[in-house]
């Protein structure tokens, strides 16, 4: 099972390589989204290694573990944007209502962040059994 991991994992570096020199940028270059996907792409192959998933669990492995990590990914985003507006927000005097509102907002983002990921895992324990739970919880760390 693990050529076929190795196999998808390349095709991804390939693929990431073909889109940057279509875009005329060196292969060397690649632009960090493309990165994220290839580090993305190897934490599948890692975590079907060390989760020892049957040929049955992987399919719904993979779709689930890319749920987890596109709400990750988004939500990392989402935050990013949220601190960058409560940074502008602190730094250019603006009155306390305001400063109040851009912290509930982080607030509000981080509970449903927290949501999120509890729902994705959730899911990814579905296809899992007991001990792989365990063993994906110390492959993520």
């Known amino acids: 099972m693990r050529g076929p991991l190795v196999c998808a994992f390349l095709c991804c570096v390939g693929m990431a390589a073909a889109e940057a020199q279509e875009r005329d940028v060196p292969v060397g270059r690649l ?22 998933l049957g040929e049955t ?5 993979v779709a689930r573990m890319k749920a987890l990590q596109d709400a990750r ?8 944007k949220l601190l960058r507006e409560l940074g502008q927000a602190a730094g250019a005097g ?12 982080l607030r ?4 449903k962040n927290a949501a999120d990921l ?5 899911a990814l324990d579905e296809v899992l059994d007991l ?8 492959f993520e760390e």
Do not use: M, T
């Not at 603006?94 to 907002?105: F, K, P, T």
């Not at 509000?108 to 509970?111: G, K, Q, V």
């Not at 509890?118 to 959730?122: L, T």
């Open 57 to 61: 669990q992987y399919g719904q492995f």
């Open 118 to 122: 509890r729902r994705a895992y959730s």
């Open 31 to 52: 632009a960090p989204a493309e990165i994220q996907r290839l580090f993305d792409a190897y934490a599948l192959v890692q975590a079907q290694d060390a989760l020892q």
């Open 73 to 80: 990914h988004r939500n990392h985003q989402a935050r990013l």
């Open 94 to 105: 603006v009155g306390d209502s305001v400063l109040r509102e851009r912290l509930r907002a």
């Open 108 to 111: 509000e983002h981080d509970e």
């Open 131 to 138: 001990r792989q739970q365990a063993r994906f919880r110390l």
